[in-house]
């Protein structure tokens, strides 16, 4: 998945500790180019694979209170996924996401993971070059780890990692073919997954994200586990 900055507004940043640090400027609208593609598939017992790609545009328009609120762009309609969404920041952090009783849960997803995504924890990014925090998003409440490196005087990398083992109160679905194993192993339930993003920030200018290109990885090993029995976790 890549953001890339597609209109740029011009407005002073301060960076000083102890004033509000927002994403977006506000009341101003900020344009990104958006392209992701999303593989699923198998490996045993044969090999399949399907592929969803989305190109759009997703414009930002910032708010009163720490309120962003999104549409998406396409130049075909795109139906629910159209409708617009909010969601209100702290200092960065995701605090309440903001849909439209109209969409369904596939366009709900894909907007949940959209706003998480653009997720930074702005009070220690700005001012640490390495954090660990717990950060709460579609995964759940989980542990994220920033990197950061100084490229140019005002231009900074950040690198985020989502541990996804640390993840509490997430929304899982489970279901098999078969009752449940009460004497459960991990080899059942094993899960691996990554998830990395890297953003390119600006921070005496707007909009302070210029960039962000993210890679994620889920690897399910459920139809091994026990002959015919099989599980699925999502």
């Known amino acids: 998945m890549v953001l890339i900055v597609a209109g740029v507004?011009?407005?002073?940043?301060?960076?000083?500790?102890g004033q509000e640090l927002t994403l977006f400027p506000e009341n101003k609208e900020v344009i990104y180019r958006w392209s992701t593609n999303a593989s699923s598939g198998t490996l045993i017992p044969a090999n399949l694979n399907s592929t969803f790609s989305l190109d759009a545009r997703l414009v930002v328009h910032q708010g009163p209170n720490g309120t962003a609120f999104f549409k998406i762009l396409q130049d075909v309609d795109n139906g629910v996924l159209g409708e617009p969404f909010g969601a209100k920041?702290?200092?960065?952090?995701l605090k309440e996401l903001l849909m439209s009783p109209l969409d369904?849960?596939?366009?709900?997803?894909i907007k949940r993971s959209l706003v998480s995504l653009l997720q930074l924890k702005l009070d220690t990014v700005l001012f640490s070059p390495a954090s660990n925090n717990l950060e709460s998003g579609h995964f759940g409440t989980c542990s994220a780890e920033y990197i950061v490196t100084t490229l140019e005087p005002r231009l900074l990398k950040v690198r985020k990692i989502l541990d996804h083992d640390t993840c509490k109160k997430k929304a899982v679905d489970q279901c098999a073919n078969i009752p449940v194993n009460q004497c459960r192993g991990k080899y059942q339930e094993m899960v691996?997954?990554?998830s990395e993003r890297e953003y390119l920030l600006q921070p005496f200018s707007h909009p302070l994200i210029k960039n962000i290109s993210a890679t994620g990885r889920v690897l399910f090993q459920p139809y091994q586990s026990r002959a015919e029995a099989h599980y699925s976790k999502i």
């Open 9 to 17: 507004v011009l407005l002073c940043f301060s960076t000083c500790r």
């Open 104 to 109: 369904e849960p596939w366009s709900a997803n």
């Open 192 to 194: 691996v997954s990554t």
């Open 89 to 93: 920041f702290q200092q960065g952090e």
